[in-house]
C-alpha cells in the first residue's frame, strides 16, 4: 500500500515522508473483544459465526498494515487496561517484562512507563533514578532484544502527556538495511551481535546499579543476528540499538564504531516517523524490523505512557521462557 487505502471503515494512510502509517475507522477495543476467542495463527482467517466476520476483516487490514509499514498509531483509542492486553494478545502471547517478579501470580500484562513514583507523585528531578532510566529510552532500541527470544510487539498508550516534547520516535530497519551499499551489506553479513541488559542500563545510569543481581541471572547477555529476515514480509533488516553490546569475532573498538555508523546511517528520514502524542492515543509496532526512542520532555510535567509487550515466538520445539 503506497497511498490511502480502506476496507470497510478501516483507513490506512501511510506517512508521507517517514516510515509507518496511521489508521483511523476502528476501534480497537472492539477488535480486543475477540482476542480470547481465536488462537493468534488463526486471526488473520475469516471467522465464525458471520456476525464476527466484520471485526475479524477490520483486523485483518490493522494486521495486513502493521507488518507492512512496522509501526501503526492509532489516535483517540482511548484504551482501558483490559482492553490494551487483549488486543495485544491478538498478536501473541504477552511477556513478562516484570523482570524482579518472577511469581506466575503476580506478572503484570502491561508496565508503566512515567516520570510518576509509586505514591503517584511527580518526580521532576531529572538525576532521578527513575528519570535516568526513562533517559536510558531516549536512545535507539528494540525492546527486549537483550532475550534469548526477543520481542515481536510493543504497543504503547498515551494516558497523561507534556505540552511540549515527549514524542516517541521509530526507525524501520528493513529501509535501513536496503539503503546500505553492497559492500557494507558483504560486510555485515553473518555477524553476530551480543545483546546486554546490564549493558544499556549501566551505560544508562552510570555508576548505579541499575539491575537486581536476581535481574542479572535472569538476562545473561545474548547473540543476535545483525542482519535477520523480518518473516511476515521476507525483507532483510538490521538488529542494532543500544543494547548491542558488541560483535563477536571482533575488538569492542572496531565493534563499536561499526555498530555506530549503522545506526547513525540507519534512524535517518524518511525511515524515521516521530509520533506526536494525545492522552487516548495508541502506537503498535514491530520490534522485529523497527527501532524505537522516546524523546526528552521537562520533567516539571508529567508524562505517563502503559506498554504492553508481545513475546517472540520460538523455534518449532524451543518454548519462551518470557511468554505468560
Not at 150 to 174: C, F, H, N, Q, W
Not at 255 to 264: C, M, N, P, T, V
Amino acid at each position: 500500500m503506497s497511498s490511502t487505502a480502506s476496507t470497510s471503515t478501516v483507513i490506512v494512510t501511510p506517512h508521507e515522508g517517514a516510515c509507518g502509517a496511521t489508521i483511523t475507522g476502528v476501534r480497537l477495543a472492539e477488535l480486543a473483544e475477540l482476542a480470547e476467542l481465536a488462537k493468534p495463527a488463526e486471526l488473520a482467517k475469516p471467522a465464525e459465526p458471520a456476525d464476527r466476520a466484520e471485526p475479524d476483516e477490520r483486523f485483518a487490514v490493522v494486521l495486513d498494515a502493521w507488518h507492512t509499514y512496522g509501526v501503526i498509531a492509532f489516535p483517540g483509542q482511548h484504551l482501558d487496561e483490559e482492553a490494551h492486553a487483549a488486543f495485544s494478545r491478538r498478536l501473541g502471547r504477552l511477556e513478562n517484562t516484570n523482570l524482579r517478579e518472577r511469581d506466575p501470580q503476580r506478572q503484570p500484562t502491561t508496565i508503566t512507563l512515567a516520570n510518576i513514583n509509586r505514591r503517584g507523585e511527580l518526580v521532576a528531578d531529572p538525576e532521578h533514578k527513575l528519570n535516568k532510566f526513562l533517559q536510558g529510552n531516549q536512545h535507539w532500541h528494540s525492546d527486549s532484544s537483550f532475550k534469548r527470544i526477543s520481542a515481536k510487539a510493543s504497543m504503547l498508550r498515551a494516558i497523561e502527556v507534556p505540552t511540549e516534547g515527549g514524542e516517541t520516535e521509530y526507525a524501520d530497519m528493513r529501509a535501513a538495511y536496503d539503503a546500505l551499499d553492497g559492500a557494507t551489506k558483504r560486510r555485515i553479513e553473518g555477524l553476530v551481535v551480543v545483546h546486554s541488559a546490564a549493558y544499556s542500563q549501566h551505560a544508562a545510569m552510570g555508576t548505579e546499579t541499575p539491575l537486581h543481581p536476581d535481574e542479572e541471572r535472569n538476562l545473561p547477555p545474548v547473540r543476535q543476528p545483525l542482519v535477520r529476515v523480518h518473516e511476515p514480509t521476507g525483507r532483510r533488516s538490521l538488529f542494532i540499538g543500544r543494547h548491542a553490546r558488541s560483535i563477536d569475532g571482533m575488538d569492542d573498538a572496531a565493534a563499536r564504531a561499526l555498530l555506530d555508523e549503522l545506526l547513525d546511517a540507519a534512524c535517518r528520514p524518511p525511515r524515521t516517523y516521530a509520533h506526536r502524542w494525545a492522552a487516548g492515543d495508541a502506537v503498535l509496532w514491530d520490534n522485529r524490523c523497527m527501532l524505537h526512542r522516546g524523546r526528552p520532555w521537562d520533567f516539571s510535567q508529567a508524562r505517563v505512557m502503559r506498554r504492553t509487550t508481545v513475546a517472540g515466538d520460538p523455534p518449532p520445539g524451543d518454548r519462551n521462557e518470557w511468554a505468560l
